[in-house]
């Protein structure tokens, strides 16, 4: 350290004071910039939704507050979203417990193609499922038609179903992440000693996991009752809080109210992600620090294995379907209505020019994603400065924040001179990019966190300035970050609805809308083809992503990172 | 002296500015159709009097969104086609410029504001289509009267499209509770609401669904039903003997404008002949009778609607809905 002082002062005795400042400050000169950029572009936004749904014709008032809490209609819709969230988290983490304990700690015939599957709905949108309920339970569906089923699948139930094939990888890999992390020795000593299966899953598993489990169980129910699209595709005639928002702005026009059904919407995420990050205190990034292990399968007794064999293969099994009945539903112009197979669907004019928006917003989004977050990472890592922590939490908040939130905020901050940027492609990709920044910031802080800070400090002390090493060392570094961090942001981008169905412009379709519009209109072969080219394009990231992590031993920003 | 000289290079600055926007004749547009209809109606009014009209696309809700937000200052000359709720609220705001076109002279009055305030330049209706096959399967015949809706039936197998996001529902609504009046309309819709499996997120969505067999019966927009039956889907249409309700396809000139002579010629042509001929070919119910698309030469019988009070009366139904109808629990 010593020698680090004695440089910057042998530079500052040699001349230029300019040079000098920079070196010192850049860094805090760089966080006040993207603090400003987060400040602007999602802060800003939100607190204009705050205010909207406070300010009435003559200004302050609390009557539409006054108007949700004292309907019936708002308090059911309400009603319905907790609901749903709650039944959706347990259900999640009941299966994704049974398919992380398998692929953990099952034999090993199983465990590949089980986290195979489980891990399918990662590449596909969360609405792929919706489609595929419709396609075998819908009024024209298969297996309607085949048994004559009086199921009524537009509804709670849809939802419901839907919902928690979408969500069970999250719950999946956050569980399986913790288990594997979890040091086997204590589970085989008990075993040793002649406690039961049960006992041992009673008394050391899942007490051991419970962090993890409550991690996961906060992360997916803010998730559900965020969620749009599948709400929005099989609601029918019961009302949840995130399509009722679309409703009232795009249907009423009515942007008090719709506020004020944001901020409820928020209340919740805002609650758990700050519970979220209580917990995560002093544990940044790993929930039990101990190194993944593959622990040895051991013998299950029949009254554990059967039952998660049950729950394993129906989940599996179901996934699989769904994912297997909209590929086939893609072929045909309606699966079970026409019989002749055709390519019609994938060469629609409109959808593939939908596409082709969607490949162009979510490059440019995660263009500006990657490099901010690169950028919000080392700030935070390296920086001393006031307002760190703000910062963090501001760039992981994205994950937390209902996508129609930030949709709406965008209409409202974004629409009038001299801000205005509705109607072009910047305001969806700047809409994405913040959203999703978290993706970007968690691989770039996982990332700096492998390299001690000696190394740039090393560069230092032989004379080179901030700005060469941040050129040679920081950035050479960080590139594997900035990849996966723009890769993250590219998929989630491409595939993300809640949104952006506030802000495309007329004639500007994305690929997520156009399924969300084909859906409900019953263009079934449409809607299947184009989620088809969603799940190719995500696809195709992932493999770049796993052979890049492979490379440079990145891990996904997900996986839990050893804190140095 | 030097001060008139400056106002006489700013006179002639001024003049040449105003000659120059005269000869170039364009005006700013907000349009509220299909964007490939904007295209047509941009097409022909440029084609008839060389007036070029800049058009941004937007739907009804935003172009009044958009006046809201720009009040009293509008960044366009005038509105083409947007809704009626938008022409009633400029009128009453105090945004239009009233004009009498002696070239709208003997369309019926429903066609336009009695000052002149704005202008109809088409309208659209709603149709009651069935599944042919699925009928037939069945054995059921359309219905003829809005009330045999009602028949225990149907439950289950009639689609709609739901008032709070859809203008064309909205529409079905206000024909509705004007057919029958406000308490015996609600009635209505409530006893219809028990056959109702959902209600669409779009107005023309019905037309699709019922094409499709997923229902037998479906209260859809007009707009789409020429385009679907081409397309070769098992469709019948009719208007019950009660008749149908309309909503206008507006247009009016902001008072802020400074090319008012190009915004009243405009206003002139979209009342002839020949733009009536080119909308009802579209599909569109004209102010001058023509050949329409769909419905052929003898138009169908309207509902005596008030749309100024339907419009006044938007935000207050859709209040009543959310309480009597939407919410469905188990």
Known sequence: MAAAELSVKLQSSSGSKVKDFLNANLVNILAAVLFLLLAFFLLFPIVMVLLKSLRGAEGFTLQYYKAFFSKQYYFQSLYNTLLLGAINTVVCLVIGFCLAYMTTRGPWILRKPLKLISLIPLIAPPYLFALSLIIMFGRNGLITKMFDLHWQLYGFSGVVISQTLAFIPLAFMMIESTLMSLNPNLEESAYDMGASEATILRTITIPLLAPGLLKAGLLIFVMTIAEFGNAAILGGRTPFLAPDTYTMITGESDFNMGSVLSVILIAPCILIFFIHNYLLEGKKFTTIGGKPVASEPRKITPLIKVPFMIITTVAAGAIFICFAIVFIASFYKILGVTHNITLANYLDFTSNQSIYNSIRVSFVAALIGAVIGVLLAYVIVRGKFFGRTFIEMASLSGFALPGTVLGIGYLLAFSAPPLKLTGGIMILALNCVFRFLAVGVEAGISKLHQIHIEIEEASADLGASFLTTFYRIVLPIMFPAFIAGFLYTFMTAIVSLSAVVFLVSPGFDLAAVKIFDAAVYGEIGIASATTMKLVLIVMICMMILNFISKKTRLGSSMAPTKPT | ?330
């Open chain 2, 1 to 330: 002296m030097k001060r008139k000289f400056i106002a006489v290079i700013a006179a002639a600055i001024l003049s040449v500015v105003f000659a120059g926007s005269a000869m170039a004749q364009e005006i700013n547009a907000y349009m509220g159709t299909s964007p490939d209809n904007n295209a047509k109606i941009a097409k022909f009014i440029k084609d008839k009097t060389g007036i070029t009209v800049n058009q941004t696309f937007q739907s009804c809700g935003e172009i009044e969104a958009k006046m809201k937000a720009e009040a009293p200052n509008f960044s366009a000359d005038m509105v083409i086609g947007a809704c009626s709720p938008q022409g009633f609220l400029a009128k009453k705001s105090g945004w239009t410029v009233p004009y009498v076109s002696p070239a709208w002279k003997g369309v019926p009055e429903v066609f336009m504001d009695p000052k002149g305030d704005f202008y109809h330049i088409a309208t659209f209706s709603f149709v009651l289509v069935g599944n042919k096959d699925r009928l037939a399967k069945a054995g059921y015949k359309m219905p003829e009267s809005w009330k045999d809706l009602l028949d225990p039936k149907w439950k289950g197998e009639i689609v709609m499209p739901s008032p709070l996001s859809s203008g064309t529902a909205n529409m079905m609504r206000f024909t509705f509770l004007a057919l029958y009046g406000d308490a015996e309309g609600w009635k209505y819709l409530e006893a219809l609401d028990k056959n109702i499996h959902h209600y669409s997120r779009s107005g023309n969505a019905p037309t699709d669904l019922v094409g499709r067999g997923e229902f037998m019966l479906g209260i859809t927009s007009d707009e789409n039903v020429k385009k679907r039956l081409n397309d070769g889907y098992p469709l019948l249409w009719s208007i019950p003997a009660e008749g149908t309700g309309y909503d206008g396809t507006t247009s009016f000139i902001f008072k802020t404008t400074k090319k008012l002579e190009t915004c009243k010629k405009i206003i002139d042509l979209l009342g002839t002949q020949e733009f009536s001929d080119m909308m009802a070919a579209i599909g569109y119910v004209t102010p001058r009778p023509a050949m329409n698309a769909l419905y052929g030469k003898t138009l169908p019988k309207f509902v005596n609607l008030d749309l100024g009070k339907a419009s006044d009366d938007k935000a207050k139904n859709n209040d009543i809905w959310k309480q009597k109808l939407r919410t469905d629990f188990k």
